[in-house]
T-cell receptor, first 116, second 112 residues
């Protein structure tokens, strides 16, 4: 079956603009995660969804970042008033059930965001 | 806060030899630790999970050890192949049951 997909694969925007990044998790996976990865660094946790609700959004850096998952499947990460420091690869992952310790996370290829 | 350290310099290994990567952590006592592989332009791919009560875990040519006293995990690839070239990251669970805290990864290069 299909893995986690993310669109667009690349996004170039200007400082101050609004962007949306989309994640399609593996069908049937209830847990969904967003991470941000800067060059030469490991992924940084942003937010976790269990079903439609954000169970943990403690990793969102500020209120310019927001994510939704209205039907418990596709998720959109929204960034307002983008800044150059937002440039990174945004990774999405999904797992089958509760997001517990032994649930394997399957990652998408990421969206590379560049803010000029 | 929790901190994970991996060798920042690339590791060059001759094909056929064993590659050993290190993951050290501080300020935490994780119940388990995970290793992932990441290729350029791709997301991480899960390889192995080892629990605190397991000293060693094996999967084909991969072996992971977990020393909770030293706060260290070692990741070994035996009979290494050029296709094993990638960045390898370790991760532990954070304060919540959902957050993974990641090392920066070590780039492994297997030379034919």
């Amino acid at each position: 079956g299909a893995g986690v997909s993310q669109t667009p694969s690349n996004k170039v925007t200007e400082k101050g603009k609004y962007v949306e990044l989309r994640c399609d998790p593996i069908s049937g996976h209830t847990a969904l995660y967003w991470y941000r990865q800067s060059l030469g660094q490991g992924p940084e946790f942003l937010i976790y969804f269990q079903g439609t609700g954000a169970a943990d959004d403690s990793g969102l850096p500020n209120d310019r970042f927001f994510a939704v998952r209205p039907e418990g499947s596709v998720s959109t990460l929204k960034i307002q008033r983008t800044e150059r420091g937002d440039s990174a690869v945004y990774l999405c992952a999904s797992s089958l059930t509760s997001g517990g310790a032994l649930d394997t996370q399957y990652f998408g290829p990421g969206t590379r965001l560049t803010v000029l | 806060s929790q901190k994970i350290e991996q060798n920042s310099e690339a590791l060059n290994i001759q094909e056929g030899k064993t590659a050993t990567l290190t993951c050290n952590y501080t300020n935490y006592s994780p119940a388990y630790l995970q290793w992932y592989r990441q290729d350029p332009g791709r997301g991480p791919v899960f390889l192995l999970l080892i629990r605190e009560n397991e000293k060693e875990k094996r999967k084909e040519r991969l072996k992971v050890t977990f020393d909770t006293t030293l706060k260290q995990s070692l990741f070994h690839i035996t009979a290494s192949q050029p296709a094993d070239s990638a960045t390898y990251l370790c991760a532990i669970r954070g304060d919540s049951n959902y957050q993974l805290i990641w090392g920066a990864g070590t780039k492994l290069i297997i030379k034919p």
